[in-house]
């Protein structure tokens, strides 16, 4: 019997850098969204109008993207749960519990965009969409923005401990699959495949829903309000 592992295609490339970037813009998120100030509270709205656009990237990749990379591959079913919590199961990507975890964090990450959007921070911060609701409005999803930091990062904390756990003590490796694309699988998971699919065109469609979503988020499509007329003043003749 062969006992040698086997190389499969796990991750693509897209969905990669989604990941990292969107670990990266995560943290600049934290950090100047917790510091404040009119500069950085600038770069926080930027921050998050470009979290958005990786949100847009990766639903639009989870229907179009590569086999692991797709929703429907990676969204449990009740049974696939019972399998995974008795060790009846065997496929690679997200397991059934992890895959709960993705999908509840790209849920709390969007709407914490979302919100991002028509929030406001004292008068040194507007969301790019401000001026399209009222202002008890805005404190409103401003309060709801600050909850949602809070479940948030309890969910990161979460997915970082799982991690850990799986690498070291389930002595599955699954850093490095997100890096390289690869990953080593047992020999006799013989019904596991490379990951096919997410080419070019879909690639094509998911940036420019990207770009459209980052542009509608900027508010930038809003007109100006109109300026109010200046007195004019009548001269008299006498």
Known sequence: ?????????????????????????????????????????????????????????????????????????????????????????????????????????????????????????DSVFQGGLYSLISAELSNDLTGIHHGIFNALLAMIILHLGAIVFYTQVRKDELVKPMITGWKDIPPNSSNVESAKGGGFLALVIALVVTGGAVYAGSGKWIPLPAAHPQETQTEFQW
């Not at 509840?104 to 921070?121: E, P, R, V, Y």
């Open 1 to 121: 019997m062969d006992t040698t592992a086997r190389r499969i295609k796990l991750w693509d490339l897209p969905t990669r850098l989604f990941h990292w970037l969107l670990v990266l813009l995560i943290v600049a998120a934290i950090v100047t969204g917790k510091i404040g100030g009119h500069d950085l509270m600038i770069w926080h709205g930027r921050i998050g109008l470009a979290i958005l656009g990786l949100m847009a990237f990766r639903f639009v990749w989870g229907l179009a993207g590569s086999t692991y990379a797709r929703f429907i591959n990676f969204v449990p079913a009740p049974r696939t749960i019972v399998a995974y919590v008795k060790g009846e199961w065997r496929g690679v990507g997200h397991n059934p519990l992890g895959a709960i975890s993705a999908i509840a964090m790209l849920m709390l990450i969007t709407l914490q965009a979302a919100t991002g959007l028509f929030s406001n921070h």
